[in-house]
């Protein structure tokens, strides 16, 4: 399996996946014009890490904003995670949030249930987003 890196850009987050490490980050902006073309690759990955992937993943994320078909996109995201998860592995997913952002914090709660994934929520300072 290969590694993917997305550089952000102004509409797109940072995406990092290395399957070697079992760790994957997504951080800052997410509103491209086609969320379903841009998740893509990850998504794609995420499937073949379910197949062929390490003991443990660790999934760190950091939005400062998401529109709503990034939201459904994650939402993919965090089924693939589930999967991943039912199959034995160990999950960790950190849920990084600035301070005072409760719509963000309320958005990670929502996958937290709507999934059944365990989530944990840290805040961080602005700058660190």
């Not at 995201?77 to 589930?82: A, D, G, L």
Request: aromatic fraction near 14%; glycine fraction near 6%; proline fraction near 3%.
């Amino acid at each position: 399996m290969e590694k993917v890196f997305i550089e952000p850009t102004r509409t797109t987050p940072m995406i990092k996946f290395d399957p070697d490490e079992g760790l994957l980050e997504m951080k800052g902006r997410s509103s491209p014009e086609n969320s379903i073309r841009f998740y893509k690759k990850i998504l794609d990955s995420l499937d073949e890490y379910s197949k062929f992937g390490g003991e443990e993943l660790t999934t760190n994320i950091a939005f400062e904003y998401f529109n709503t078909s990034s939201s459904k996109c994650l939402f993919d995201v965090f089924k693939r995670i589930r999967k991943i998860e039912n199959s034995g592995r160990k999950i960790t997913i950190n849920w990084f949030y600035e301070e005072g952002d409760d719509d963000m914090i309320e958005a990670g709660e929502d996958y937290s249930n709507l999934l059944d994934l365990d989530f944990n929520f840290k805040e961080i300072e602005e700058d660190d987003l």
